[in-house]
């Protein structure tokens, strides 16, 4: 698999229009350049990858001049990020793209990309971490066949920029027709998808309150023999690989274990907040593959995703009662799980059905393995720039990404939410 990835990554693009950076507002395809690259798509597989150098803006071949690209005719993609080829090699400025509309032909506006994402990622000193590259988050666009992409070195001192940088336009494929094929029947969903309902708080602590009077009955009630039982809350509908479609030809076979599961990370995908719940399944395929083709991972990182509806998705193979080792926390993704919220959560606040599904989530999961979610755990550190390699450290056993690495994932918004999760959680496990 790292061959095809290997040959995959590096296929010839040569229809760069790279100067001018910046077409006119309401720019639109007059004067079409040649065809488009070709897209990197393996027979039988849905979805495919464009892989397209960045080269300097200007006359200058510093290392630290400014890099792009404008594209404005490209096979339709959705999803874009920016590669490089050294995962070791930290992109110390910022990257913004804009994108065309496919059918409206409108340019977006300046949209930010994520550029600190080696802190997701497999541990160091693995064999994941050693064939991967270096690589910004990936920000969902929407359907698109033109776009436009800046790199500017830190303002004030100019670091060189990482070498073999390229920018990534993924194709998710034909959405399925139903792409929630649960592995359990759960209650209808509610038809409204807000971005931040009313007074999550009150829904989530209801809710947690809820689960605990049923799951909890009075202590006369309760026989002896039953006492001591484990604490494990209902198994939440989760959406299969299968159910969205996951290529598995795409992954590297097999899988990687660890012995247990005794922390949960939560993240956001920061790959935005402009996709539809009937879209989530899209944007998952689109970060498989991002994360697999385009930076050398052997799989998806998470372990699960949730989307804005609370939908709650496998992620990374390997089964979903198993300890499977994900690429999500550096340093510790050995005995944890990672759950990434679609969307970026930093300015926006996440939704109470997100939270409400973390909650679920974890409550079972945890309870596979004898967790509390209002618990404190140890984890031992495989180095990541926060926590050097052996250290032992602290964390609730629900945890943000930002506990263990320097970053602000998973946005403030959302980690203000896990306090409210954590509760919830213990709820639904009926603990008191």
């Given at each position: 698999?790292?061959?095809?990835?290997?040959?995959?990554?590096?296929?010839?693009?040569?229809?760069?229009?790279?100067?001018?950076?910046?077409?006119?507002?309401?720019?639109?395809a007059?004067?079409l350049?040649?065809?488009?690259?070709?897209?990197?798509?393996?027979?039988?597989?849905?979805?495919?990858?464009?892989?397209?150098?960045?080269?300097?803006?200007?006359?200058?071949?510093?290392?630290?001049?400014?890099?792009?690209?404008?594209?404005?005719?490209?096979?339709?993609?959705?999803?874009?990020?920016?590669v490089?080829?050294?995962?070791?090699?930290?992109?110390?400025?910022?990257?913004q793209?804009?994108?065309?509309?496919?059918?409206?032909?409108?340019?977006?506006?300046?949209?930010?990309?994520?550029?600190?994402?080696?802190?997701?990622?497999?541990?160091?000193g693995?064999?994941?971490?050693?064939?991967?590259?270096?690589?910004?988050?990936?920000?969902?666009?929407?359907?698109s066949?033109?776009?436009?992409?800046?790199?500017?070195?830190?303002?004030?001192r100019?670091?060189?920029?990482?070498?073999?940088?390229?920018?990534?336009?993924?194709?998710?494929?034909?959405?399925?027709?139903?792409?929630d094929?649960?592995?359990?029947?759960?209650?209808?969903?509610?038809?409204?998808?807000?971005?931040?309902?009313?007074?999550?708080?009150?829904?989530?602590?209801?809710?947690?309150?809820?689960?605990?009077?049923?799951?909890?009955p009075?202590?006369?009630?309760l026989p002896?023999?039953?006492?001591?039982?484990?604490?494990?809350?209902?198994?939440?509908?989760?959406?299969?690989?299968?159910?969205?479609?996951?290529?598995?030809?795409?992954?590297?076979?097999?899988?990687?274990?660890?012995?247990?599961?005794?922390?949960?990370?939560?993240?956001?995908?920061?790959?935005?907040?402009?996709?539809?719940?009937?879209q989530?399944?899209?944007v998952?395929?689109?970060?498989?593959?991002?994360?697999?083709?385009?930076?050398?991972w052997?799989?998806?990182?998470?372990?699960?995703?949730?989307?804005?509806?609370?939908?709650?998705?496998?992620?990374?193979?390997?089964?979903?009662?198993?300890?499977?080792?994900?690429a999500?926390?550096?340093?510790?993704?050995?005995?944890?799980?990672?759950?990434?919220?679609?969307?970026?959560?930093?300015?926006?606040?996440?939704?109470?059905?997100?939270?409400?599904?973390?909650?679920?989530?974890?409550?079972?999961?945890?309870?596979?393995f004898?967790?509390?979610?209002?618990?404190?755990?140890?984890?031992?550190s495989?180095?990541?720039?926060?926590?050097?390699?052996?250290?032992?450290?602290?964390?609730?056993?629900?945890?943000g990404?930002?506990?263990?690495?320097?970053?602000?994932?998973?946005?403030a918004?959302?980690?203000?939410?896990l306090?409210?999760a954590?509760?919830a959680?213990?709820?639904?496990?009926?603990?008191?």
């Amino acid at each position: 698999m790292r061959g095809y990835l290997a040959t995959s990554i590096g296929v010839a693009v040569s229809t760069a229009l790279v100067l001018p950076l910046s077409p006119p507002a309401g720019a639109t395809a007059a004067a079409l350049p040649p065809p488009p690259p070709p897209a990197v798509k393996a027979s039988g597989l849905p979805g495919s990858t464009q892989s397209l150098p960045l080269t300097p803006t200007t006359r200058s071949l510093a290392p630290s001049a400014e890099r792009g690209t404008l594209h404005r005719q490209v096979r339709p993609f959705s999803m874009a990020g920016v590669v490089w080829d050294d995962a070791r090699a930290e992109l110390h400025g910022a990257v913004q793209l804009r994108t065309r509309a496919i059918g409206t032909g409108v340019w977006s506006r300046w949209q930010d990309v994520e550029t600190h994402n080696h802190e997701h990622g497999a541990d160091l000193g693995t064999a994941e971490n050693a064939g991967a590259r270096g690589s910004t988050a990936p920000l969902w666009v929407g359907a698109s066949d033109g776009v436009e992409v800046r790199v500017r070195p830190e303002a004030g001192r100019p670091a060189a920029l990482p070498a073999g940088m390229r920018l990534e336009l993924v194709d998710p494929g034909e959405a399925p027709e139903e792409a929630d094929e649960p592995d359990e029947p759960e209650e209808p969903e509610e038809a409204e998808e807000p971005d931040e309902p009313e007074e999550p708080e009150h829904e989530i602590a209801a809710a947690a309150a809820a689960a605990r009077r049923a799951a909890v009955p009075a202590p006369d009630a309760l026989p002896a023999r039953q006492a001591a039982k484990p604490y494990i809350g209902p198994r939440p509908k989760i959406v299969s690989r299968k159910g969205w479609k996951a290529s598995e030809s795409l992954r590297e076979r097999g899988f990687v274990y660890s012995s247990t599961v005794k922390a949960a990370f939560v993240h956001h995908s920061a790959t935005g907040n402009g996709y539809t719940c009937k879209q989530s399944a899209s944007v998952l395929r689109s970060i498989y593959r991002y994360h697999v083709v385009s930076s050398g991972w052997r799989d998806i990182g998470y372990n699960f995703a949730v989307d804005k509806c609370g939908k709650i998705y496998e992620g990374r193979a390997g089964g979903v009662t198993r300890a499977v080792r994900g690429a999500h926390t550096l340093g510790f993704n050995t005995n944890s799980m990672g759950i990434a919220v679609l969307g970026s959560f930093s300015r926006t606040g996440p939704p109470a059905a997100a939270v409400t599904a973390v909650a679920r989530l974890t409550a079972w999961k945890l309870g596979l393995f004898k967790g509390n979610p209002k618990g404190k755990v140890t984890l031992t550190s495989g180095g990541s720039g926060k926590y050097a390699k052996g250290r032992k450290v602290r964390f609730n056993v629900i945890s943000g990404h930002r506990d263990g690495f320097y970053t602000d994932c998973p946005g403030a918004r959302l980690y203000s939410k896990l306090g409210l999760a954590r509760k919830a959680s213990a709820g639904y496990q009926g603990r008191a």
